[in-house]
């Protein structure tokens, strides 16, 4: 049996289906994950696999000692010092969930790609012509914010986002912001129900 808690520590299963579901990260295997999708309740068509990554805070004044790039450098080692990776396999997903993940992943495509064919062709068009026109630099400015913007639906679309779930600092539990009633239930009694 899994005992469903909150980060305030209500039992309630109700209740933790408003705030965050936390349950041990042993239980993210396709035998003990419930049938159903995390955010809609909906019963699961396909089961992934991906990784979660805990958030870390890093010690230190950006400041004062993170002003330049060695600083730079010593945050970031300090902060793969601390990340903690869970793996979680088979966990549910929904007919809506897939497509929310294809229509993000979609628009970021659309603006990376459609950004670099924009730069590319300012470039080649300046080239060409031999002139300097606004036109060529609107368009080649415009190319690189779309693909800088393209992180913003990429992101959007990454698994721990769709399934709303992130890990402890530890990594010894998966917690799940907002979950549907349907998957609390089943998590609190054990999962496990259908394997697509």
Known sequence: MVVVRTEDGVD????????????????????????????????????????????????????????????????????????????VRGWPLCPKCLVRRLVWFGAAQVLFWGGLLAVLAAVAARVVTGETAAVFGAALLGGFAAMLLAAVPFSMGGVPRVVRARTSEGGESVLVDRPHPAFAAEVSRGGGAGAP
């Open 12 to 87: 309630d299963v109700a209740e933790a289906a408003q705030k965050v579901l936390e349950f041990p990260a042993e239980l993210c295997v396709p035998e003990s994950l419930p049938g159903v999708c995390s955010w809609h309740g909906a019963p699961c068509t396909r089961r992934i696999d991906f990784a979660l990554q805990s958030r870390v805070e890093v010690s230190g004044n950006r400041v004062l000692g993170g002003g330049n790039v060695l600083g730079l450098f010593g945050r970031l080692g300090e902060r793969a010092g601390k990340v903690v990776v869970t793996r």
